[in-house]
């Protein structure tokens, strides 16, 4: 709760600051932190999605073909809904954690962007 409190006051401060047009580090700072979680976000599904066709070849001259089948119906899932179909094969529990990591490192580094550009904020406008 205290997250949508933060942003909310956030959001207030930026759309509202009377001085909107002036140059502002807080929010350019939070301009680069969303991108570089985006760009986070990205590289950990691609990654994952490269880790998927690599294990696709290497399964694939076993002529195990369900597993094939297997991993190619979880990469289409996890291409389509990655967030919220995360594979679960064996093979895959390396490249999946990995993912989850990068993921959950990308998010904690936004949250911190975000709490500390509310505490500026709330700084900068005598809320504090």
């Known amino acids: 709760m205290k997250i949508a409190a933060t942003v909310a006051a956030l959001i207030f401060f930026m759309w509202f600051d009377p001085r909107v047009g002036l140059a502002d580090p807080v929010k350019d700072g939070l301009d ?3 991108n570089a979680y985006g760009a986070a976000e990205a590289k ?5 999605t490269n880790a998927f066709d690599e294990q696709i ?4 001259p076993t002529a195990d073909f369900d597993a094939v089948q297997q991993l190619r119906a979880e990469r ?3 291409v389509s809904f990655s967030l919220v179909t995360i594979p679960n094969s064996a093979v895959m529990r390396t ?3 990995r993912y989850q990591r990068a993921t959950v490192s990308a998010q904690a580094a936004l949250r911190t962007a975000y709490e500390s550009a509310a505490s500026e904020y709330a700084i900068k406008h005598g809320m504090v």
């Open 57 to 60: 070849k290497a399964v694939g």
């Open 76 to 78: 289409a899932a996890f």
């Open 32 to 34: 680069h932190a969303r």
């Open 95 to 97: 490249a999946v954690a």
């Open 44 to 48: 950990a599904a691609s990654d994952l």
